[in-house]
DNA sequence: AGCACGCCGACT
DNA sequence: GTCGGCGTGCTC
């Protein structure tokens, strides 16, 4: 009955940023020509009795909607499309992968003054880089660069010689890629001109082999696996590759896990390169994320650095996607549209018809697969640069031994020998604040959280309890709540704990502890990795961030006070981050003149995983621990997706989770195992109890027929109006 | 997700 | 008599 054509009328299609999974149709704007919309501008329209920034998807002679609910958008905001037509087909299919409303995921691609409807207007105003000499520069200084950049495709171009006129047209040009040192002047030539040529950089044979493989592909949709371990010089191989992307005219976009690893590698292409570069991340304000998002997508820059969000930003020139540390988890999103940037990004550069290259020293079991089967090629820098050596690794087994505050006394002694050397000493715990539990020695009574099945956590210095998982906290008690007369102990190790043992243990030494607790204020990250580089500090002790990307050349000594906890995960992606962990941790140390030593303190020195890890190395304890997942039909054998709900009384999950099981069964799955319902293993979260439905299958198109299915019948369901419920495709934390 | 409407308890 | 609690329903 609804659908009904109307002569003579166009209507938009335009996708809302709200929850439902479905375009919302309007009349044309007054006064606008409708026949000159094109799909991937903003509309201004009205939704219920607010308004909302869409975007147009399409313009049809037809709406399944009543005449008489149609209502004329407000205005059409933008005069060209801000997306390409490759791009809105990419986040429609990342909608249907991910099972998430199209309006949202279309959003995803946009930075928030966009969303917000603000002008797409680029200023040129607020740019400033670095100088080669790592100095602040201005723009005037900054839009010299096209200049150098088109020096650089002349020598390409014209081989050696530049004649008399070209160098006075490009003197500062030329001036800036000598200062840079991208080009050599050897001498005169007659007339008054110049024998110029690039320089070539230094780059090893397996660096060379890196770079030659990826330049190949060029103009060619190919993934490759870029397998370096730490200081093997996988930056110096992105860079080489990116210059002649870069000479080509085209763009590049390098995505990163981290934003405190963003400024480190923006200084080191800033000093590289003469073209324009942006970055954006999370700390940066909206206009400056939306000048990035703009200068890239007009075609002004030709580098973009950024974390996952900035995957979607528009390549009118694309050339090639970098995506570095490819193995850590924050390249997948964890709330709303939980999207994996490494497999979008693949995605992405197959419809660009351009190559993707994936860096890591611990790759993903996902891509060692992939690489298996010949979907992605790899390229190996099996040695560090420069005549490092590799790290030697010891497991200390700490059964029965003496420990002061989770430091055994063996591994004290190493401290000692390396601070004696004038060394530094790293030492990893993934556990912050003072101590993970408060305990009454007394009646029994331990410091639970009221909202969470979880405890709280004592953090000393600002004396306080504090619930890690919804940040609910209370006064440290000084006396027993329950008994009053007990005595409280503080049980278990945490950063802050460990950090006044090694004061008193070490008093004339200086010790660091870099955690979220001590690094929350902006800045001081730097100023201590500042510190640590200046020979300032002896010990540094930290949580996960001292995992990530930073490099502590006066390190010899790594320990890992507990890897224990991680050889028994519930979640079977446990043993692949321990893994990871213990091979980034290691590679925080040494130099070419001392090899660094690691320390792993266990309870379990027999473990398969460490044999394997520690004799053989990571590829082969990727290679056991593909065979486990092949041999348990779980990921990237697998495929599974994973229901979330959560509501304020336990039934209504319980029910929706019942429920959504029938819709189930009459859809007849086919191959596709249900697991669940369970209660998730948090069952309960800041007040909120949590269930969950895990579907996986062999199969990933029987898998995704299902959801194709299942998804509308959620939607429908009476049940889901009670509960918070989300689908996580590829899940990669089953928390 | 917002934002309405709508029907039952404690306040000026 | 109203203010406001959050259950249910809709958004072209």
Redesign the pocket.
Known sequence: MPNCDIPGNLILKVAVP???D??????PPLGVNVTELQAGVRVL??????QQVGILLAVADN???RMD???PAIAVLDTQPLLADTDIQLLRWASRYYHHPIGEVLAAAFPVALRQGRPALLQRQPCFGLSPQGRLVAPEQLRRAPKQQALLALLQATGSAMTAAALSAYKPALKALLDKGLVTAHESVPGGGLAVTKSVLPANPDQQAAIDAVIANLGRFAVSLLEGVTGSGKTEVYMQIIAEVLAQGKQVLVLLPEISLTPQLEQRFLKRFAVNLVSTHSKLTDNQRLQAWLSMQQGHAAIMLGTRSALFTPLPRPGLIILDEEHDSSFKQQEGFRFSARDVAIARAKGLGIPVLLGSATPSLESMANVAQHRYQLLHLPNRAGNATAPSFQLLDIRNKRMQAGLSEPLLAEIHETLAKKQQALIFLNRRGYAPVQICHGCGWVSRCRRCDANLVIHAADRLLRCHHCGSEQPLPKQCPACKTGELQALGLGTERIERTLASLFPDKVVIRLDRDTTQRKGSLEQYLEQIHDGGVDIILGTQMLAKGHHFPGVTLVAILDIDSGLFSIDYHGSERLAQLIVQVAGRAGRADQPGKVVLQTRHPQHPLLETLLSKGYRAFAQSALQERRQAGLPPFGHQALLRVQAGKAEEPQQFLQAVCQKISELNPGKVQVLGPVTAPMARRAGLFRYQLLLQSPQRKELHHLLDNLLPAIYAL?EA??V?WSLDVDPVDLY
């Open positions: 709200v929850p439902l479905r375009l919302f149709d309007y009349l329209v009205p939704f219920g009795k607010r709406s399944s909607v609910k149609l209502k009476k109006k009670k918070r």
